[in-house]
């Protein structure tokens, strides 16, 4: 690392990448402590962990906070989301779980942006959104299981519900109007968002100047060093009023323009307290990542920084697939050394393992040991209920 002090700081990959990992909390053991406060600490500090509903292996919401948080147990989330309510549901650049102390910055999204998703609750009549209403608000809360007086509906789209009220209740949650109090795998419980929160009037939103800094603050805080694509990650929109605010905070020296080493006009930018965990190799620890983890799903960024490039080869035809159907890049210390395809036998009560793909070919029979002993606490954590 070179430069501090001056206009531009010079990184090689390998320090952004170690800035990064700093950044994730990937860089040791037991980052966020134990037992369920661990899990909204985490969250927090992460601003989201993305929900997906495949489930070849664990739900990758479970897998990205198991993977910072060693004794991890699902039902800390339940109790973060359902009892403490600490975190809660909704879109960031995909379905995610985010703090709740967040949840003013997501208020003008409620109001405003679920327009853009209008074609898809085009097919909501104004008596299927009333009905809803009407039975969270007379009998509390309830999943689409508890309406069946639903006249069903031929599906308008392979992944819709049959029952009208269930793209109802949808679009109750993107506007705000209701919230998921709860989930048990993917049947999601609904409530009305100030019966839940126990609110007598709601928080105030945040204006869209608070809105980008909180997205920049996010950025920085787990990303270490950030460019424009990374700190507006799929939210184009915002770029402009993103790099007004970045170039306002360089100017007062509260950040710093860092050029990394091979990809010196791509711009990046750090805070100078942060810059100075770029040294050091910290310790060797093994992560299986999800292909969700906030560390994997910025394909770009980790092809920049890790030199993998990695795909996700479930929507790939099987004879045009790499890595496999639902590949888990290893990370051993700052490195991604392999990338495995996993899949549970919850029947036979096993992990299996489909493919082995090395990256790289440095110090394999350590790291295959290294890999192994990963793969049976990891099996441990997806057998246990």
């Not at 985490?42 to 198991?66: M, P």
């Not at 082995?356 to 246990?384: M, N, P, S, V, Y």
């Amino acid at each position: 690392m070179s430069g501090i002090g001056r206009t531009v700081v010079t990184l090689d990959t390998a320090q952004a990448r170690r800035l990064w990992l700093r950044a994730q909390r990937l860089d040791e053991p037991a980052p966020f402590g134990g037992g369920p406060a661990a899990t909204r600490a985490a969250v927090e500090h992460l601003g989201y962990v993305q929900i997906d509903t495949i489930n070849v292996i664990e739900r990758c919401h479970h897998q990205i906070l198991y993977t910072r948080i060693p004794d991890y147990r699902r039902e800390h989330l339940h109790q973060a989301q359902a009892i403490d309510k600490s975190v809660f549901e909704y879109w960031t650049h995909a379905l995610s779980y985010v703090p709740t102390r967040d949840l003013r910055f997501f208020l003008r999204a409620m109001k405003h942006d679920w327009q853009r998703r209008k074609p898809w609750f085009a097919a909501v009549t104004q008596a299927d959104f009333r009905k809803v209403l009407r039975l969270l608000r007379k009998n509390g809360a309830l999943t689409i299981r508890d309406i069946d007086d639903d006249v069903l509906r031929e599906r308008d789209h392979p992944w819709a519900s049959r029952k009208p009220s269930k793209r109802a209740l949808q679009l109750a949650f993107f506007k705000g109007v209701a919230t998921v109090s709860q989930r048990s795998g993917m049947l999601k419980t609904y409530q009305l968002m100030e019966r839940h929160f126990g609110w007598e009037r709601p928080p105030a939103a945040a204006s869209e100047r608070e809105s980008v800094e909180y997205l920049l603050d996010r950025a920085l805080r787990t990303q270490g060093v950030v460019s424009l694509d990374s700190a507006c990650y799929l939210d184009a929109p915002r770029k402009p009023a993103m790099r007004q605010l970045i170039e306002a905070r360089r100017r007062r020296g509260a950040l710093v323009s860092v050029a990394l080493t091979g990809a010196e006009k791509l711009e990046h930018w750090a805070e100078p307290a942060a810059l100075e965990a770029a040294s050091g190799t910290g310790l060797e620890l093994v992560h299986i990542l999800s292909p969700f983890d906030p560390l994997i799903h910025q394909r770009k960024r980790l092809a920049l920084l890790f030199g993998y490039d990695h795909v996700f080869e479930a929507y790939v035809p099987r004879a045009k697939r790499r890595f496999g159907y639902f590949a888990q890049p290893v990370l051993v210390g700052d490195e991604i050394a392999a990338v495995l395809d996993l899949k549970t036998d919850r029947e036979r009560q096993k992990l299996l393992l489909q493919q082995w793909t090395w990256i790289g070919k440095a110090r394999r029979r350590a790291r295959k040991a290294q890999i192994e002993q990963a793969l049976d606490r990891f099996e441990r954590f997806q057998l246990a209920r």
